[in-house]
Each structure stands twice: as structure tokens, then as C-alpha cells.
């Protein structure tokens, strides 16, 4: 909802996601055209909508070509070998690294983490703290975080957070809107 809110209030000329859940993907297609890379490409046809293979560490894009990137609930299991991926305990920074690589200045990107108590849940996935997901992404003051929001553990949603307040969750889901600095 969040997501999707943020992409209708401006609609992009085209829109591209990273491995997100591929039902709410292909329903951003009802509003604006969509592509979808993922390591498992879908085999759907919707109108306005086009799916790509891909691996987020490697995307198939240039330097700074996409305006409007999404990437929801997928840099925390990068790394862990669970599809078919090498192990890495950086992999949620590298993929961090390659959505800031595609993006482009003035681009937008929605990227959705569990975030709390820094730890790995055997092969499934990483919780990170929020203040390490926003480094991530200022590397080089590259981008800058435009909005946080959260879900905290009691499952209350807040649409404008404090990053901070969810640095010690337990199982918190964090809202990142990251804009990526415009050149000169």
C-alpha cells in the first residue's frame, strides 16, 4: 500500500522493480507501464507489463538509466544461497550497491527491509538496522533518504518515521524512499 501509494501520486513513464512479490507488481501495470527483473522471469502476459531475467547484483541496465525503481522485501536475502545465489554476507549492501548503480539523478527508488536488532535468520533472510540501509545508500552521497515509514513489531503502521525508533525492533518492516541526487 505504501508503495503503491507513493508510485500513483506521480506515475512514472515507466517503472521498474527488482524481485518483488510479482501479484502487486503486475497491478502497477493497471496504472503505468511496468518491468519486472527478477532471477526467475515471469510467464505472464498483462498489458503494460514485461518481465526481464535478471540478478540484482548484475542488473541489466546502464549507469543512472532508471527513474523509478522498486525493490520490496528482497535485499535481505541476498547473499544466503537460498536461490541459488553465492553465499556473501555482504550481498544486502552489494544489491544496495547495484540499485544505486541503475538509478538515475532525480530517480526514485522504494525499497521495503525487515530492519531491527542486526541478525540473520539461518538461510531465510537479514534484519538490518535502518541506520546501516540509509549508509548503504549514501555512499559517496549518492542518494539521500527522502522518507522513511515503518511497520513496527506491534504491527502499526506508520507512514512517516523515525528511523532511529526502530534501530533496536525486533521484526520491524522498514519504508525506504531514497532519491538519488541530481549531477551538479
Given at each position: 500500500m505504501w508503495a503503491t501509494q507513493r508510485l500513483i501520486a506521480v506515475p512514472p513513464a515507466r517503472h521498474v522493480d527488482v524481485g518483488s512479490e510479482l501479484a502487486w507488481v503486475a497491478s502497477l501495470a493497471a496504472w503505468f507501464p511496468v518491468t519486472f527483473i527478477d532471477i526467475r522471469p515471469a510467464r505472464v502476459t498483462v498489458p503494460n507489463f514485461e518481465s526481464k531475467a535478471g540478478s540484482i547484483l548484475s542488473l541489466p541496465y546502464a549507469d543512472g538509466s532508471v527513474t523509478s525503481l522498486s525493490c520490496m522485501h528482497v535485499i535481505?536475502?541476498?547473499?544466503?544461497?537460498?536461490?541459488?545465489?553465492?553465499?556473501?554476507?555482504?550481498?544486502?549492501?552489494?544489491?544496495?550497491?547495484?540499485?544505486?548503480?541503475?538509478?538515475?539523478?532525480?530517480?526514485?527508488?522504494?525499497?521495503?527491509?525487515?530492519?531491527?536488532?542486526?541478525?540473520?535468520?539461518?538461510?531465510?533472510?537479514?534484519?538490518?538496522?535502518?541506520?546501516?540501509?540509509i549508509a548503504w545508500f549514501n555512499t559517496c552521497e549518492t542518494c539521500e533518504l527522502a522518507e522513511f515509514g515503518a511497520v513496527g513489531d506491534d504491527g502499526s503502521f506508520q507512514p512517516q518515521a523515525e528511523p532511529r525508533r526502530y534501530e533496536q525492533a525486533d521484526y520491524a518492516c522498514g519504508l525506504f524512499m531514497f532519491r538519488r541526487r541530481s549531477l551538479g
Open positions: 535481505e536475502h541476498v547473499g544466503l544461497g537460498r536461490y541459488d545465489d553465492v553465499l556473501n554476507p555482504r550481498g544486502s549492501e552489494l544489491a544496495a550497491r547495484e540499485l544505486q548503480r541503475v538509478l538515475s539523478p532525480g530517480g526514485t527508488l522504494l525499497l521495503s527491509a525487515p530492519v531491527g536488532r542486526r541478525r540473520t535468520c539461518f538461510n531465510a533472510h537479514r534484519i538490518h538496522a535502518p541506520a546501516a540501509i
